[in-house]
């Protein structure tokens, strides 16, 4: 089995590669176990996962005709990861139209020249959602995107679904929580803080908190990221219909509701007042702004039916980070006391 990775050298694109790598196979269009024996990944800059299935492609995916060479005619599954983040994209207007618009189309009438429909994995996002919101968002609640990013996610749901319902691809978007958190340095996602708070502080820096401390977030760990991207993946079209939502593809990945302040106080609870400390409140309005903008309250409802789950709380993605990443002062944090009876 032949699949694709675009965004592959990323920190997502490549946990989700090592990921199908040790799993060693995937389930088809035709809900077959298959063994994964060549993974492609492209991105603008090189992947680091080594393996013998695994060809690396570097690349810019607005030149279309590298779309042509890597989505062979032997390619059976596609994750789509690789775009530009929610900052840049509201700054960089035409960048954002290029990579996230322009590219995902590119993809997909690549996908509908194939012999045979592959599955495809879109990665949305939360930031679909906005303006009015009446109650907690579930899977079929109005897209009403308040920012590029998320209006051109909207617009790739749109055209996944339409090549779905064509018989083009075997097609699926995720609406992914901020994940956090991650390790390396701030990107431009609007989110970038909500690892960097927890992030720095731990690596014994000072940061700063862009958003004013009773905003609510919706995020989850990369770990339960990588797991809801595999089931979302494997699952068959006829599951998204048993749970109730007849052809829609779209789904909220389960996530869990946060402040940012209790982000903080859980980093309190799990490293010390020192480390906590480290974080100092300055708003910055742009940043503000889009983050206002997102729902922090969700329903999932086809997500949990097809077999996803969210995290138990903020203290666990923390510590999931320190055992994950080590290389910091918090290494030495003890694990917690088991809960009693």
């Not at 592959?8 to 694109?13: R, T």
């Not at 599954?77 to 983040?85: D, E, M, P, Q």
């Not at 970038?192 to 905003?215: H, M, N, Y």
């Not at 923390?318 to 030495?332: E, L």
Request: hydrophobic share 40%; aromatic share 6%.
């Amino acid at each position: 089995m032949r699949v694709v990775i675009t965004g592959g050298a990323g920190f997502l694109g490549s946990r989700l590669a090592r990921a199908i790598l040790e799993r060693g196979f995937l389930t088809d269009a035709h809900g077959e176990a298959r063994e994964v024996t060549r993974l492609v990944l492209v991105d603008i800059a090189a992947s680091t996962v080594t393996d013998a299935r695994v060809t690396s492609v570097i690349g810019d995916l607005s030149n279309h005709a590298l779309i042509g060479e890597v989505l062979s005619e032997d390619t059976e599954s596609v994750f789509h990861l690789a775009a530009v983040v929610s900052g840049q994209a509201e700054a960089e207007f035409d960048s954002g139209m290029r990579v996230n618009l322009d590219v995902t189309r590119a993809l997909l009438e690549r996908c509908r020249k194939l012999k045979r429909p592959p599955k495809f994995v879109f990665t949305s996002s939360l930031a679909v959602f906005g303006g009015v919101l009446h109650g907690a968002v579930r899977d079929d609640s109005p897209v009403h995107p308040q920012s590029s990013y998320g209006a051109q996610k909207a617009i790739g749901e749109f055209l996944v679904y339409d090549a779905t319902r064509r018989g083009f691809i075997d097609g699926r978007s995720l609406r992914l929580p901020t994940v956090t958190v991650r390790p390396g340095r701030p990107n431009r996602a609007a989110s970038s803080f909500a690892s960097g708070i927890i992030r720095e502080p731990l690596s014994g820096l000072d940061t700063i908190c862009p958003v004013k401390p009773d905003t609510s977030m919706w995020v989850t760990s990369p770990r339960a990221a990588i797991e809801n991207l595999l089931i979302g993946h494997d699952v068959s079209g006829e599951e998204f219909v048993k749970a109730g939502f007849g052809h829609m593809r779209s789904v909220n990945v389960p996530g869990l509701t946060v402040g940012v302040g209790e982000m903080i106080d859980a980093l309190r609870r799990v490293a010390g007042d020192a480390v906590a400390s480290r974080v100092r409140w300055q708003l910055d309005p742009a940043i503000d702004r889009i983050v206002g903008t997102w729902p922090s309250q969700f329903a999932p409802v086809l997500g949990p039916a097809l077999g996803m789950r969210g995290d138990r709380d903020f203290e666990a993605i923390i510590r999931q980070y320190i055992s994950t990443f080590p290389g910091n002062p918090a290494t030495a944090i003890p694990a917690p006391l088991p809960a009693s009876d």
